[in-house]
């Protein structure tokens, strides 16, 4: 009779999979093959009346090209684990995020308005070169200039022409709007984790897509590929939970002039404002 009772409650040969809604479904891909990580969940149904359900997350390994070897799959608790670990590499305290924030709102409005002008210098300059175009090709038309000159002239007005807009280009990140920027990140590494660890789907990935520009899992760790404007924010992240431990108090006067400190972030391309020696 025994026998017969744990025989009963052997596992069932067929396992229905239910596929369920996977919060992180199309931002994270296969490290190897590039295809992206999809979600199951499979349940076990037991003969005396139990189940017991598996989750887990693999690589749908959709690429006819290529035999991808990432047959190992992941747990989606491990994943939330792994995201919540790189996340506290950025989330900086409370004290330095107000002291980042008021560096921001004291910036001199003389360098914003000083940008202004040297924008608005070179906006004229590419008005005036495409005036000097259309008067060259008037010319031509006209006849007053042979083809060998207008080819001639052209090509240098196209030069000037060329190297003023990127200069436009370039200086866009300047300013009002490379205070956004900073601003955004500040904000992004104070409250990211908080937001990530809530119970809103919309908030977990939200923050993993402004984490990451592009999310890999290889051999079931996952690789971070951070935005840019967020690395000084870590490499300053790191240094100030140092000065915190050498000194031994809380986020002072004393840390926040600390001239180590401020070489890392304060001078930094990625969230200054202002360009600085590399």
Request: proline fraction near 3%; charge should be neutral; charged fraction near 30%.
């Given at each position: 009779?025994q026998?017969?009772?744990?025989?009963?409650?052997?596992?069932r040969?067929?396992?229905?999979?239910?596929?369920?809604?996977?919060i992180?479904?199309?931002?994270?891909?296969?490290?190897?093959?590039?295809?992206?990580?999809?979600?199951?969940?499979?349940?076990?149904?037991?003969k005396?009346?139990?189940?017991?359900?598996f989750e887990?997350?693999?690589?749908?390994n959709?690429r006819k090209?290529?035999?991808?070897?990432?047959?190992?799959?992941?747990?989606?608790?491990?994943?939330?684990?792994?995201?919540?670990?790189?996340?506290s590499?950025?989330?900086?305290?409370?004290?330095f995020?107000?002291?980042?924030?008021?560096y921001?709102?004291?910036?001199?409005?003389?360098e914003?308005?000083?940008?202004a002008?040297?924008?608005?210098?070179?906006?004229?300059?590419v008005?005036?070169?495409?005036?000097?175009?259309?008067?060259l090709?008037?010319?031509?038309?006209s006849?007053?200039?042979?083809?060998?000159?207008?080819d001639?002239?052209?090509?240098e007005?196209?030069?000037?022409?060329?190297?003023?807009e990127?200069?436009?280009?370039?200086r866009?990140?300047?300013?009002i709007?490379l205070?956004?920027?900073?601003?955004?990140?500040?904000?992004?590494a104070?409250?990211?984790?908080?937001?990530?660890?809530?119970?809103?789907?919309?908030n977990k990935?939200y923050?993993?897509?402004?984490l990451?520009?592009?999310?890999t899992?290889?051999?079931?760790?996952?690789?971070?590929?951070?935005?840019?404007y967020?690395?000084?924010?870590?490499?300053?992240n790191?240094?100030t939970?140092?000065?915190?431990?050498?000194?031994g108090?809380?986020?002072?006067?004393?840390?926040?002039?600390?001239?180590e400190?401020?070489?890392?972030?304060?001078?930094?391309?990625?969230?200054?404002?202002?360009p600085s020696?590399?």
């Amino acid at each position: 009779v025994q026998k017969l009772i744990r025989k009963n409650n052997i596992a069932r040969p067929t396992i229905n999979s239910i596929p369920e809604p996977f919060i992180f479904r199309g931002q994270i891909n296969c490290g190897e093959c590039g295809c992206k990580i999809t979600y199951a969940m499979k349940t076990r149904h037991y003969k005396n009346g139990t189940s017991q359900s598996f989750e887990y997350c693999y690589c749908t390994n959709r690429r006819k090209d290529y035999n991808c070897s990432q047959n190992r799959s992941v747990k989606p608790e491990e994943l939330h684990t792994q995201i919540t670990a790189e996340l506290s590499k950025y989330n900086i305290i409370p004290e330095f995020y107000e002291f980042a924030m008021k560096y921001l709102d004291e910036l001199n409005e003389a360098e914003i308005k000083e940008d202004a002008e040297i924008s608005k210098s070179l906006e004229d300059a590419v008005e005036s070169i495409k005036n000097d175009i259309s008067g060259l090709q008037k010319m031509l038309y006209s006849g007053r200039c042979s083809e060998d000159y207008f080819d001639s002239e052209l090509k240098e007005l196209n030069d000037k022409l060329s190297s003023a807009e990127l200069r436009i280009e370039e200086r866009s990140k300047t300013g009002i709007e490379l205070k956004a920027i900073a601003g955004k990140a500040f904000t992004f590494a104070r409250y990211a984790k908080e937001r990530f660890i809530s119970d809103s789907v919309e908030n977990k990935r939200y923050v993993l897509s402004t984490l990451s520009e592009n999310l890999t899992i290889l051999d079931g760790i996952i690789n971070f590929n951070p935005v840019k404007y967020l690395e000084p924010i870590k490499e300053a992240n790191i240094l100030t939970k140092n000065l915190i431990k050498k000194v031994g108090t809380s986020f002072t006067s004393e840390i926040s002039d600390n001239s180590e400190l401020n070489s890392v972030w304060c001078t930094r391309q990625d969230l200054n404002l202002r360009p600085s020696a590399p």
